[in-house]
């Protein structure tokens, strides 16, 4: 049980420099390569980086069927655009647009 003045995990985080980020992924299906679905993630997550976002979509293409199609991350204080198909995600998230 936790204590009473004991404070959360995302305050912490955000005192720490993390700040809320979400990403809307947008994969192929695996039984029809042609329709796209999208899946949207949210995490307190480190601009411009992002390790947590990067070790979920390194999951995603290990352990998931959807080939990925395009990733939008957006950041409490950053907006950024990431990647397409073909791209290295890595490599992508280094391309975000500055400002909201």
């Not at 995302?10 to 999208?38: M, N, S």
Request: proline share 4%; glycine share 4%; aromatic share 16%.
């Amino acid at each position: 049980m936790a204590e009473k003045d004991a404070v959360s995990k995302d305050f912490t985080k955000q005192v720490l420099g993390y700040g809320l980020t979400t990403a809307e992924i947008v994969y192929c299906r695996p039984d029809r390569h042609w329709l796209l679905q999208t899946y949207v993630w949210q995490d307190y997550d480190m601009f411009p980086n992002f390790p947590a976002l990067q070790d979920f979509l390194a999951f995603w293409q290990q352990k998931l069927e959807g080939p990925l199609f395009a990733v939008t991350v957006a950041h409490s204080n950053q907006a950024c655009r990431t990647t397409r198909r073909g791209r290295s995600l890595s490599a992508a998230l280094i391309y975000c647009r500055y400002g909201s």
